[in-house]
């Protein structure tokens, strides 16, 4: 089972741009096992994918974040990352990176520790 | 899409068993068999402990179980200890490119 960390600013402004990458060790990114995938969790409520990215960069979006969202992959670090635009106190969460099989329909069966980030001015 | 619906407490004494309710609609639940749940103890990630309904990962005890009826799935931990203690999550596929948690329930061990 591979590694996952999430690692990126723990504070961003309002309006600003979220970025957080997941760095992966114990296994290569570009096996193509897994889907690469960010989940959030805002402080003391449930969990919300964010979306999913294959080592190919084909990418799923929650429709809901779809506009404000990207994920891209770096196949020569061996790491996927998150940038989320136009911020605000609502996107203040615990984010998280964690594999799936699928997008979609398998679960996700491998988690990072999770990171916190506080949208605040 | 809203989220699914869970009961926000269960409770149980060590070694009875507790059910705990996951429900939502024919497009959600009852439409698909890929409904999971996670357990999050405080201040950690979640760990998947049901996928596909009532599949078990290797490594989670059997005393956790899945099923469902309908449009409503259930988590049952039977054998209660205190070290299941924690929150839960369902979620479910939800067709259309989407997926969906519940609001979660505390499981608490008296």
């Known amino acids: 089972q591979v590694q996952l960390q999430e690692s990126g600013p723990g504070l961003v402004k309002p309006s600003q741009t979220l970025s957080l990458t997941c760095a992966v060790s114990?296994?290569?990114?570009?096996?193509?096992?897994?889907?690469w995938s960010w989940i959030r969790q805002p402080p003391g409520k449930g969990l919300e994918w964010i979306g999913y990215?294959?080592?190919?960069?084909?990418?799923y979006y929650n429709p809901s974040l779809k506009s404000r969202v990207t994920i891209s992959v770096d196949t020569s670090k061996n790491q996927f990352s998150l940038k989320l635009i136009s911020v605000t106190a609502a996107d203040t969460a615990v984010y998280y990176c964690?594999?799936?099989?699928?997008?979609?329909?398998?679960?996700?069966?491998?988690w990072g520790q999770g990171t916190l980030v506080t949208v605040s001015s | 899409q809203s989220a699914l619906t869970q009961p926000p407490s269960a409770s149980g004494s060590p070694g009875q068993s507790v059910t705990i309710s996951c429900t939502g609609t024919?497009?959600?639940?009852?439409?698909?068999?890929?409904v999971s749940w996670y357990q999050q103890h405080p201040g950690k990630a979640p760990k998947l402990m049901i996928y596909?309904?009532?599949k078990r990962p290797s490594g989670v005890p059997d005393r956790f179980s899945g099923s469902k009826s309908g449009n409503t799935a259930s988590l049952t931990v039977s054998g209660l200890q205190a070290e299941d203690e924690a929150d839960f999550y369902c979620?479910?596929?939800?067709?259309?490119?989407?997926?969906?948690f519940g609001g979660g329930t505390k499981l608490t061990v008296l």
């Open positions: 024919s497009s959600d639940v009852g439409g698909y068999n890929y």
């Open positions: 964690a594999t799936a099989a699928r997008p979609l329909t398998a679960p996700f069966d491998n």
């Open positions: 596909e309904v009532s």
């Open positions: 990215i294959y080592y190919s960069g084909s990418t």
């Open positions: 114990g296994g290569s990114i570009s096996r193509g096992d897994y889907y």
């Open positions: 979620s479910s596929y939800a067709g259309s490119n989407n997926l969906i």
